[in-house]
């Protein structure tokens, strides 16, 4: 079975762009996690989709978002880029989500780089 | 509002030694709690879990204590290997909103 995909690996922007990243569940797996991970700040959660539909949501600005398709694939989204958001963004993906047991099963990520 | 730390950046152990990391919650509604490892230029993977029902969960040389009074839990690795260096993560969640939160994680280097 294939894992958690995540295109591109590696993205280079200028600030004040916005950028679009990919993210391919397990297949079978209708959960899509998003984190972003810096330096000392470990994992921040950015949003959850499940069934095409935001289920939870970080504490991050409105210039992130995402989105779910019916293939259970998702993209998330960042506005207008500031150099604070260079950072690795890991997917994460779940067979349900509704279970306490959540194993997260997580993509290579992707690494922005906003110059 | 960090909900759960790991105080500790980093630790250095000899191979063969006992490797612990700590890691504190403040929820306490969270009921599951998990253990992830990094290895540079790859996602995180996970470890080992363990219910807010037990105290202790054993697997291979990996065992997780928690603690619910200090909410407090700690990963042992013993032996510590060479193959054992990476960033360790806890997480936990809670069952009426499934969301994992994580730690700051831990950069474990075990020597040769």
């Known amino acids: 079975k294939a894992g958690v995909t995540q295109t591109p690996r590696y993205l280079i922007k200028t600030r004040g762009q916005q950028v679009t990243l990919s993210c391919s569940p397990i297949s079978g797996h209708r959960s899509v996690s998003w984190y972003q991970q810096t330096p000392g700040q470990g994992l921040q959660f950015l949003f959850e989709?499940?069934?095409?539909?935001?289920?939870n949501k970080g504490n991050f600005p409105g210039r992130f978002s995402g989105r779910q398709f019916s293939n259970s694939r998702s993209e998330m989204n960042v506005s207008t880029l500031e150099l604070g958001d260079s950072a690795l963004y890991l997917c994460?993906?779940?067979?349900?989500?509704?279970?306490?047991?959540?194993?997260?099963?997580f993509g290579p990520g992707t690494r922005l780089t906003v110059l | 509002d960090q909900q759960v730390k790991q105080n500790s950046p980093s630790l250095s152990v000899q191979e063969g030694r006992i490797s612990i990391l700590n890691c504190d919650y403040t929820?306490?509604?969270?009921?599951?709690f998990l253990w992830y490892k990094k290895y540079p230029a790859e996602g995180p993977t996970f470890l080992i879990s363990i219910s807010s029902i037990k105290d202790k969960n054993e697997d291979g040389r990996f065992t997780v204590f928690l603690n619910k009074s200090a909410k407090h839990l700690s990963l042992h690795i013993v032996p510590s290997q060479p193959g054992d260096s990476a960033v360790y993560f806890c997480?936990?969640?809670?069952?009426?909103?499934?969301?994992?939160?994580f730690g700051q994680g831990t950069t474990l280097q075990v020597k040769p």
């Open positions: 929820n306490s509604m969270f009921d599951y």
């Open positions: 989709y499940f069934s095409e539909t935001q289920r």
């Open positions: 994460a993906s779940s067979a349900n989500p509704t279970d306490s047991y959540n194993e997260q099963f």
């Open positions: 997480a936990a969640s809670s069952s009426n909103t499934g969301k994992l939160i």
